[in-house]
């Protein structure tokens, strides 16, 4: 088993997010792969949430005994309308039972941030914009102006499902 060089938890125990297992891109490797989801496994994870592109991995990893749910965010137009349904599938999920939930992109880095930050904020783990994007970075992701969007997106599509 390998420990995931990028992760953090947003809620210890019950919610993480990461790179996806085995590394994103190129430098994704089957092996790494495979120790990192036994990793996952081990620290009690039952489910996958992915926020990739494409479905790059997810049937080796139900192979692997967890349960898949794909949010694929394309571009940063689409992720910032679609982010806040990713958000509210893992709340769900979490007020709904015992899960323990990864919720992963390609690589680490402005993505995984936006949906770091988004994640506190839908979960309360955060209260503001600022607080939630200071916790990502915290986590040692690279806050940029596409992390932003995606975490804007999220505020946008959460205050009109209030309003509605």
Do not use: C, K, N
């Amino acid at each position: 088993m390998q420990e995931p060089a990028t992760y953090a938890w947003v809620i210890p125990g019950r919610l993480a997010i990461a790179e996806r297992p085995g590394g994103g891109g190129r430098s994704h490797r089957i092996a790494r792969r495979d120790d990192e989801l036994a990793w996952w496994a081990e620290q009690g994870v039952t489910t996958i949430v992915s926020a990739m592109r494409s479905r790059h991995g997810l049937v080796e990893a139900a192979l692997a005994g967890f349960h898949i749910v794909w949010h694929p965010l394309v571009t940063v137009e689409q992720a910032a309308r679609e982010i806040q349904a990713l958000v509210v599938t893992v709340r769900e999920r979490l007020d709904g039972g015992d899960e323990v939930i990864l919720v992963h992109v390609d690589r680490a880095g402005e993505w995984l941030a936006g949906v770091d930050a988004a994640l506190r904020l839908g979960v309360g783990r955060a209260r503001t914009r600022t607080e939630a994007l200071r916790q990502a970075a915290g986590d040692g992701l690279a806050v940029s102006q596409i992390s932003s969007a995606i975490v804007d997106g999220a505020i946008r599509r959460r205050r009109a499902r209030v309003a509605a």
